[in-house]
């Protein structure tokens, strides 16, 4: 399987500053909120929204502000009323885009991301253009910059789909259904664990030039600063 290029996945290795933290607060609690809506409360019987706690404490993220966005989740206290949305879109000469975002104006999210998208000279692309470029996967990015054969074998061993160096990492990759079951036997390893997702990875990943990576960046940038944006997908390698 291709490697891929998630922004998020790279922006959290920068420095976080105060003024971003509450950003990013924002958006986390976002995702809180959204999941157990859909699904409960109850992180243990609501897979995605385990994994939205986990990213929230991995962000140092107070726990009442946790509590408090899976309250308004639950309709236990009043909160605006969210949706999240997967927009398809190709950014600078045609490469594919998937960003997902939260919002609770799906009007206003979408006027935002194309007009950042226009700026660069990308632009929104119509339901299922893209899409089908990428694959859902789960996502275990293990903290370690190095496995042995042994080890590596373990994990292929209890489900595994393919395990990756990126960022100075370890990534392993896992059927999505089997997230949550194998990030459990990884425990039971002693791996240590630094993050875990649900990402959409493409099929397919396309090298671009300097320049291009340059544009690229401040095109996700900006995105990246839209207050309801997620995550982005691409197939670009940096």
Do not use: C
């Not at 090298?207 to 670009?236: G, H, M």
Request: hydrophobic share 35%; charged share 30%.
């Amino acid at each position: 399987m291709s490697g891929h290029s998630k922004w998020a996945q790279i922006k959290h290795k920068k420095a976080i500053t105060d003024a971003k933290k509450s950003k990013i607060f924002s958006k986390l609690a976002a995702a809180i909120t959204v999941a157990a809506r859909e699904k409960g409360d109850d992180p243990d019987k609501n897979p995605k929204l385990r994994l939205a706690i986990e990213k929230a404490h991995s962000f140092n993220m107070p726990s009442s502000n946790i509590e408090r966005a899976i309250q308004k989740g639950s309709g236990s206290i009043e909160g605006s009323q969210l949706e999240e949305l997967l927009l398809e879109a190709y950014g600078p000469n045609g490469h594919p885009l998937l960003i997902t975002a939260i919002t609770d104006n799906s009007n206003r999210t979408l006027s935002d991301i194309k007009h950042i998208l226009s700026k660069y000279g990308g632009k929104l692309g119509n339901q299922g253009s893209v899409q089908w470029m990428f694959e859902q996967k789960g996502k275990i990015v293990l903290n370690t910059p190095t496995l042995s054969e042994e080890e590596e074998l373990k994990l292929i061993e209890i489900g595994a789909d393919d395990i990756k160096k990126e960022n100075g990492e370890i990534a392993v990759y896992v059927p999505p259904n089997e997230l949550y079951n194998i990030q459990q036997k990884i425990n039971q390893l002693n791996f240590p664990i630094l993050e875990t997702s649900l990402d959409f990875i493409p099929k397919n990943t396309q090298n671009i030039s300097t320049e291009e990576k340059e544009i690229y960046e401040k095109l996700f940038d900006e995105l990246d600063e839209q207050a309801e944006v997620k995550d982005i997908y691409s197939t670009v390698v940096f």
